[in-house]
């Protein structure tokens, strides 16, 4: 009966693409998703549309190196890459296309495209462009009106601090003491661990009361904003969409105020991206959050804390995400935060508020993605939180990976359009169990700076309570920030990032593997006598590519490898002198 019903179902789609394909739109270039939603609108109605490019154009590696800030490129060597998906956009083909009469929304480089409004006709004209490789939907998502996150609770007043209260702890947690000890990370502060030296981006829908006490510490250390819905860097209430939610999740991950609140990592820095509207009856445009990738990246974030997890676009739609899209790698905006996490990014994404159900996962994107930490909800009896979403992906992945309170957590008041309150109140989701992830993931990287996102996924999911039988509803369980920290001590040797020179980079050949020709590219923050050596796998030197003096700046050279024989090759970049940094390349002909 089961297969009968695949396949009656299959077919079903076959029909409809047939059916949209050739009455609605017949242009290949157009998505199934973009044909279905071309058919319910009016020649004039505007669509917000991907428009995806062939290439790069003459781009190169170097060109996007010149981008980074010293920050970015300091955390890619010590945990992630570089690659083709990072150079950016080629502006020829951008004007192109609005010379068709668009306004570009968001230019994204992991994906080589733009989105915008669109109306039918110039869709058409768009597609007819070369450049141009398809157009398709941009997904948005919405929350349902019901969420108990949305929840208004009880105010509680603001605690004046006491150092005679402390009941034995080294620092005076107020009503937070609950949420930290159950994840252990009171012991982790008393043994100086809080995130020092860590940069936090959070994706939210605003931070309506900045001006709260316990946000003094992440003010004085200066923060970055930007807000990808009205395009501007006002993240609090005004334009489109409110910050209730934000002002909680943030003060869940860096809030300090003794006496009230005391968060796991009150000594980072922070950057705060808007991009879901609460004003619209569609929040989340998957092309912000993306968006908020690249710019974290670029502003030298190590960790991404999104309280952001949706399912449902429309209803009963076919254009709808729903749970067999779960897979960890499908939908676009699970795919931004796996490429985040390949530049070195640690993505803590919350699970979702959808519940239990017994046949399938529940959860939202883009915490199915296969290199997220997706976070689920438990009580203060270290239960399973009856909202919170259930695994596994569809190809069987455990999902959520860990958990953390997700229950009455204690958080900064918001403004709810009225002042700026200095007390407290409570509240409930996986958003608020996502946030406390993100700040023990920070205690880690102060810890031990160049562990790897897989590394410390390992970590936190082989120290929590139910390490040793994970399951669908809590994964691997309630997370210890303590006993965590102490294995990522001995992961690798620990490397101050400080010590890591940030006035060159050496980026990885492209193509690779490659035959018989390949591109090195690097890029000199300082002048400097530049030598490139390719080595062959026993260490004998088998070309020298460059040797000569050359001023700050970006630079390539071809290594062409037609008189070698296949195998494995190193390339090592010295300047002045002195080894800077080698990569391995494959020659496969």
């Known amino acids: 009966m089961k297969k009968s019903y695949v396949v009656v179902s299959f077919t079903i789609f076959i029909i409809a693409y047939i059916f949209y394909g050739f009455t609605s739109h017949n242009n290949s270039k157009i998505s199934f998703f973009l044909n279905n939603e071309l058919a319910d609108r009016t020649n004039s109605d505007k669509t917000l549309i991907w428009i995806y490019f062939n290439d790069k154009g003459t781009n190169t590696i170097a060109d996007a190196i010149n981008t980074l800030s010293k920050e970015s490129i300091i955390r890619r060597k010590l945990r992630g890459t570089f690659d083709e998906k990072d150079i950016p956009v080629f502006e020829n083909y951008v004007q192109q296309v609005v010379n068709t009469g668009i306004t570009v929304k968001q230019k994204i480089n992991m994906l080589n495209a733009i989105s915008s409004y669109a109306t039918r006709e110039q869709i058409e004209t768009i597609t007819n462009l070369p450049c141009v490789k398809k157009v398709d939907l941009v997904a948005k998502f919405k929350k ?82 930007k807000d990808f819905v009205n395009g501007d860097t006002n993240v609090a209430n005004g334009g489109q969409g409110t910050g209730e939610h934000g002002t909680q999740t943030l003060s869940l991950i860096g809030g300090y105020k003794p006496g009230s609140l005391i968060s796991p990592a009150y000594r980072s820095k922070f950057l705060l991206a808007k991009t879901e509207n609460t004003a619209s009856e569609t929040p ?49 905006i699970t795919k931004g935060a796996n490429h985040a996490v390949d530049i070195g990014i640690v993505v803590v994404n919350s699970a979702g508020n959808e519940g239990y159900n017994a046949t399938h996962n529940t959860l939202g994107a883009p915490s199915d993605g296969k290199k997220v930490i997706c976070v689920g909800s438990v009580n203060s009896n270290k239960q399973r939180s009856s909202f919170s979403s259930v695994g596994l992906t569809t190809l069987g992945a455990i999902k ?33 169990s996502c946030p406390m992830t993100a700040g023990v993931v920070a205690m880690l990287l102060q810890a031990n700076h160049n562990l790897t996102p897989a590394q410390i996924k390992t970590i936190l999911t082989s120290k929590a309570d139910s390490s040793f ?44 593997p490659f035959n018989p020709a390949t591109r090195i590219e690097f890029s000199l923050r300082a002048d400097a006598n530049v030598k490139i050596v390719v080595y062959n796998t026993a260490g004998k030197e088998v070309r020298t590519l460059l040797n000569e003096s050359k001023p700050a700046g970006s630079y390539g050279v071809t290594f062409d490898a037609g008189t070698l024989s296949s195998g494995v090759y190193f390339y090592s970049l010295y300047t002045n002198g002195v080894l800077q940094d080698t990569k391995k390349m494959m020659l496969i002909k």
């Open 284 to 332: 989340l445009e998957e092309d912000n959050w993306i968006a908020a990738v690249q710019w974290a990246d670029n502003l030298g974030a190590d960790i991404i804390s999104s309280s952001l997890g949706y399912i449902a676009m429309d209803a009963g739609s076919i254009r709808t995400y729903d749970w067999t899209w779960m897979n960890g790698d499908s939908t676009v």
């Open 400 to 432: 959520p990976d860990i958990c953390a309170l997700g229950n009455g957590n204690y958080v900064a008041m918001p403004s709810y359009g009225s002042g700026t309150p200095t007390t407290y109140t409570t509240g409930s989701g996986t958003s608020f």
């Open 469 to 512: 039988a994970p399951g669908r509803q809590r994964g691997y369980g309630l997370i210890n920030a303590w006993e965590s920290i102490k294995l990522a001590r001995t992961m690798t040797n620990i490397i101050d990032p400080s010590s890591i020179a940030a006035n060159f980079y050496l980026a990885q050949n492209f193509p690779n």
């Open 144 to 225: 349902r009106a019901e969420d108990i996150e949305f929840v208004k609770n009880q105010e509680y007043p603001e605690v004046e601090y006491n150092p005679n209260a402390d009941n034995g702890n080294s620092m005076s947690y107020g009503s937070s003491l609950s949420q930290m000890t159950l994840i252990n990370a009171v012991t982790a502060q008393d043994s100086g661990y809080n995130g020092a030296g860590v940069i936090i981006a959070t994706f939210d829908a605003g931070w309506d009361n900045l001006g709260h006490p316990c946000f003094d510490s992440i003010r004085a250390r200066g923060l970055r904003t």
